[in-house]
């Protein structure tokens, strides 16, 4: 087609070229092999259970995804909710809840999204990352005792905060789930790495009940930023090998 609109994948036209190239030259008996091979290779994978996982439909996934993440944030509640929770500001635990709550379903729908459909922009997919990290860095800076700014070696001390590691713990399954599910490629890793630390935080805004800004800094934001930015680490350190 010489009409620009209708121009194939680069990709997907250097495959047509070998598929034809094959046609004209392979003798039957190499086509029947490679039939063969690929039957094989798709027998094997309808045994994988990550295969059966993905292949179930769109909603079935994100369903699942959904409920995993109420199960980790319930099981997070379970093991005690924070002393505290009679007396902080109803206004400001709502906030909370609500707005983890509602980025984190979005970060869950979005990191399933269906191959057939267009991918996700990147000014949409680094947006949810950036509103996630502002959402969690403005409950760490005003707590439910009100604004105040964090001393910087306050903050580092608390990096070593067993809520920090509570944190990433009850994060990791969600992250862990959402990639089990993803049909696709590294792209919806980021937005399952932003998924597992806003599950994390959301638990951490219900168990704990310290409210110094040091610690909510150094210890509850740290748990998204660790995960983003870890996440972003560890895709850097494969392509340099891999290059």
Known sequence: MTDSSHELDP????????????E???????????????EGSL????????????SRSTGARRAIACLACLAVVGVGA???LRSDLSE??????????VSLGSLLGASAFLA???LHRPPLAPWARHGLVGLSLLATFAL??????????????????????????????FGLPVYLVLRLFDRGPSVGALIAACAAGLAGNLVLQLHCPRNEPE???????????????????IHAAVRRLRG
């Open 43 to 54: 027998a094997k994978a309808d045994k994988s259970p990550r295969f059966w996982l993905r």
């Open 140 to 169: 760490a800076l005003v707590g439910p005792d009100g604004h105040a700014l964090p001393a910087v070696d306050g903050m580092i001390r608390e990096m070593a905060s067993p809520c920090l590691f509570f944190g990433l713990f």
């Open 88 to 97: 902080i500001s109803v206004a400001w635990l709502a906030v909370a809840v």
């Open 215 to 233: 610690h909510l800094m150094g210890a509850h934001f740290t748990v998204v930023l660790l995960f983003v930015v870890g996440l972003y680490a």
């Open 24 to 38: 004209t030259s392979a003798s039957p008996a190499d086509v029947d092999a490679l039939l063969a091979d690929v």
């Open 112 to 114: 399933l999204r269906p």
């Open 78 to 80: 379970l093991t005690g």
């Open 11 to 22: 990709a997907l036209e250097e495959w047509l070229s070998d598929a034809r190239a094959l």
